[in-house]
């Protein structure tokens, strides 16, 4: 079995799972919310090995306890302890804190970079972002593509499953330049969340619903289960002879 084209991909999956929404993705709700580059940083951070719901949770939080906006100059008054209360539902506060006070402190001392980062162009603002303690690629590109609006593919680890089982071999780099080859840049930013969706739903790590897949037609893992299924039914009709 061989992968469909984008297009039958985009339509199947745009017509059976719900449309992104900020209740469902952190840089939605922070975007929603008219987040600063900092305070979209701070919410891409958050969902760092973990998932959205809890990002956005750990997200509210901070906001409450920084009067409401989430800024570099709140973040630098505010004690240490506060703001690890803040952040917990996300896990790791600690570490989490200490990046974001990391960057808070680059902003106070790099105010420009809000109104320039997007006129740098992608790959000068992905390395500017990139030299930020904490922050890896994926959240680098997920800034870019909710803040910039850049054409990027981020790949997470919901879409770095999905192009596995799609034949797609390589690290971060290698599945990013390929979402950015197989789809086009009008659709790439919607096809991010919902390949994320049918990670979540669907083509799960330990027991992926293939059998429910809304893309099941299309994917070349489908075909090496059902195989799978073919020669275990095969074998055990054997042994019943």
């Known amino acids: 079995m061989s992968l469909c084209s984008w297009q039958v991909i985009y339509e199947k999956l745009r017509s059976s799972l719900p449309r992104p929404s900020p209740e469902r993705f952190v840089a939605l709700y922070a975007k929603e919310r008219g987040a600063s580059l900092f305070a ?3 919410g891409v951070v958050l969902s760092q090995n973990t998932n959205d719901r809890n990002a956005i949770e750990a997200f509210r939080r901070l906001a409450e306890a920084l009067g ?6 709140a973040v630098l008054r505010t004690p240490r302890d506060r703001l690890e209360e803040a952040v917990k539902p996300a896990g790791m506060y600690r570490r989490r804190v200490e990046t974001i006070l990391g960057i808070a402190r ?13 006129k740098m162009g992608i790959e000068n603002a992905r390395k500017l972002l990139l030299g930020l303690r904490g922050v890896g690629p ?5 800034v870019l593509m909710n803040y910039c609006g850049f054409p990027v593919f981020p790949v997470d680890t919901h879409i770095s499953r999905i192009l596995e089982r799609w034949g797609v071999r390589g690290g971060y780099e290698e599945k990013r330049k390929w979402g950015e080859i197989f789809f086009p840049p009008e659709v790439r930013r ?3 969340m919902l390949l994320i969706e049918l990670g979540r739903r669907y083509c799960r790590p330990g027991r992926p619903r293939c059998d429910e897949c809304p893309v099941r037609e299309c994917c070349p893992y489908t075909g090496q289960v059902e195989m799978g299924r073919g ?3 095969a074998s055990t009709d054997s042994n019943g002879e």
Do not use: Q, Y
């Open 138 to 142: 994926k959240t680098v590109d997920v």
């Open 231 to 233: 020669r275990k039914a």
């Open 106 to 118: 680059f902003f106070v001392e790099n105010p420009w970079v809000e109104k320039s980062l997007c």
């Open 68 to 73: 409401g906006v989430v800024t570099p100059e």
């Open 40 to 42: 979209l940083i701070v």
């Open 190 to 192: 919607e096809m991010h």
